[in-house]
DNA sequence: TGGCTGACTTTCG
DNA sequence: ACGAAAGCCAGCC
């Protein structure tokens, strides 16, 4: 739950994997995004390196998380590098070229989703 | 134990 | 407008 996120101090890990369990099905967002939310935007990278271990975290979407351009540079990381855009494909989401088409539609925004107060 | 590296983003020159 | 550098922090030699 998010609001544990606040509540609750959990490793910096923990909330990134909670924030893209919760990116909904056919959806994206960035690393820059994530890191926002958290409050750290400049461990963007951070968020990134997480995903490292979101890999042996069941229910965690790693694929659903990309650059702030859509680009999915972290599909080298997967068992396969075109896994990632597959994934995202499978879910109606249209990957060109390792880039997310209209990457600004698929865009979750998690401070306008999730609806901060 | 100490230092390097990294699935990024932003800002300064 | 483009290129280079910094900042973030934890895992891994």
Redesign the pocket.
């Known amino acids: 739950m998010i609001q544990t996120l606040s509540e609750k101090h959990a ?3 923990d909330q990134v994997y909670a924030v893209v369990r919760l990116i909904p099905f056919g959806r994206a967002t ?3 995004a994530i ?1 926002s939310y958290l409050g ?10 997480a ?5 042996k975290h069941a229910g965690v979407p ?1 694929h659903r ?1 990309v ?3 859509g680009y999915l ?6 068992e396969s590098p075109n896994q ?1 855009a597959e994934l995202l494909e499978g879910e109606g989401v249209q990957v060109v070229d390792g880039r997310i088409v209209d990457f600004k539609k698929v865009f979750w925004d998690p401070f306008v989703e999730l609806a901060i107060d």
């Not at 750290?40 to 390196?49: N, P």
């Not at 540079?73 to 997967?78: N, V, Y």
């Open positions: 490793d910096f890990f960035s690393y820059g890191a750290v935007k400049r461990s963007a990278r951070m968020v990134g390196w995903m490292h271990g979101a890999a790693a998380v650059n702030r351009n540079t972290g599909s080298i990381h997967f990632m």
